[in-house]
């Protein structure tokens, strides 16, 4: 597989996602550096991409991420910037996997895309008050987790944002950056993968 030089962030969706991106793409970039990777750039797609109707389903109300995934994947193929990119998909969105009721994001490392989903993140949905911080927060983890998958990171047990985490109370418990383990591991695939 070629290598790559760069994240690409994909609004989903207007609302939840565009007043927070630049400043998403922003953190992204300084923790890609702390990791030794400040060669990547983060980069923020310019037009928001619906996801498409046949991932939706009806009965669950959600939208299945293997679809979307794929979706996306097969976007930017057709575009010709997937080879030298991960990209990851961030939409206010509810979404589901086969067997689970829920999941927060998914990636397909071996495709270079992954999804975030944003609507359980925010504490309205909890029936908590707007935070802006809060909500901020949860999509740097997420979305760090997820990228963290396309990295080459198994999910970790130490105290790492690669954390498992299937409720929002795991997610507000996990820190937003990697363990030393995974810095080392990262470093080590980055760099097999550019040779
Ligand atoms: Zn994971
Ligand atoms: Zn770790």
Request: charged residues 25%; contains cysteine.
């Amino acid at each position: 597989m070629a290598g790559f030089n760069r994240v690409i962030l994909v609004p989903l969706t207007t609302h939840g996602v565009l007043e927070y991106i630049e400043a998403v793409s922003v953190k992204l970039k300084e923790i890609l550096s702390e990791v030794g990777l400040e060669n990547i750039d983060v980069l923020v797609w310019p037009d928001v991409i619906k996801p498409p109707m046949k991932c939706f389903d009806w009965n669950r109300v959600q939208y299945h991420a293997g679809c979307l995934a794929k979706y996306i994947r097969d976007m930017f193929q057709v575009i010709g910037v997937i080879d030298k990119s991960l990209v990851v998909g961030v939409g206010y969105l509810d979404g589901f996997e086969y067997g689970l009721n829920f999941v927060f994001g998914e990636a397909l490392p071996s495709q270079h895309v992954a999804i975030v989903f944003t609507k359980r993140l925010k504490p309205e949905f909890y029936g908590d008050s707007l935070n802006y911080n809060l909500y901020f927060e949860r999509l740097i983890k997420e979305i760090v987790h997820e990228l963290g998958h396309l990295l080459g990171l198994e999910h970790c047990t130490g105290n790492c944002v690669m954390r498992f985490s299937n409720s929002i109370v795991e997610v507000d418990e996990k820190p937003m950056f990697f363990c030393e383990n995974c810095r080392e591991r990262i470093r080590s695939y980055y760099i097999s993968r550019t040779k």
